[in-house]
């Protein structure tokens, strides 16, 4: 599948049965890693771009920032954070918009997006999200990412996430379109990009983030403690 095909909206489909396997104990196992990154939230305001059913957006009200704000391309995982705030209210907002086009929702001092930029369709639009999140950061904000390893070889036996199955399609000229299939009945499939690490830091930097650091994420699960991830890094953007 090219990268081009990949559906903004993919979620809408999966909604509940993604969220189910996302809240299975060890299946967000960059987890751990987004905490420390994340660091103290106390009083912060957070903005949480590709939020899906809020994980990160209650984590961060959890943590005692002053405000979260969780944003999403897809109707189905903003009804389902919603649905998770009324049956469990932290003060978390969420709204329905694509990252690619994203309005200034106010000033905040962090953003996070796990798992956004792997669904950039091309460089010019995960250009555009970088855009979008830095005009909502106040003046020393920072972004805390979580994406596809730009290093991450679908054709690696050793090199395979825990958890799911990935396949590839021919590598492009900046990175290659992945299909990844978690293990569950019926089985969740969902269509993303491994982007080289040029193809972040360069939209980061056009966007006017100037200090760019990437983070190894490693495994928290008891058979594979410590190891670094293969399939996932994080990206630290001031
Ligand atoms: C793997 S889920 C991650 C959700 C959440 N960050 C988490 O870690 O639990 C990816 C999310 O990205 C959203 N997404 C994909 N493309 C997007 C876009 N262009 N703008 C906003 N959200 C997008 C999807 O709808 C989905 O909810």
Redesign the pocket.
Known sequence: MAASEQE?????ALGER?AGF?RTRGN?P?EPAVRALLGDLSGARVL?????????TRLAMEAGAARAEG????AE?VALARQEEERSPTGAVYHR????A?PVLGVFDVA?????FN??EDPG?MAD?FRGIRANLAPGGRLVA?TVHPGYDPADPDRQPAGARVTAGRPGARGTALVVEFPVEPPVV?ACTRWDADVYEQSARQAGFTDLTWHPVRNPAPEAPGREDPFTAALVCA
């Open positions: 903004p909206a993919q979620y809408d993604y996302k967000a960059e949480d771009v590709a939020c899906g059913f809020g994980r990160y944003v999403d391309v897809s995982m918009h694509d990252a690619t994203l996070v997006a796990v798992w956004l669904y950039a639009r999200m979580v969902l």
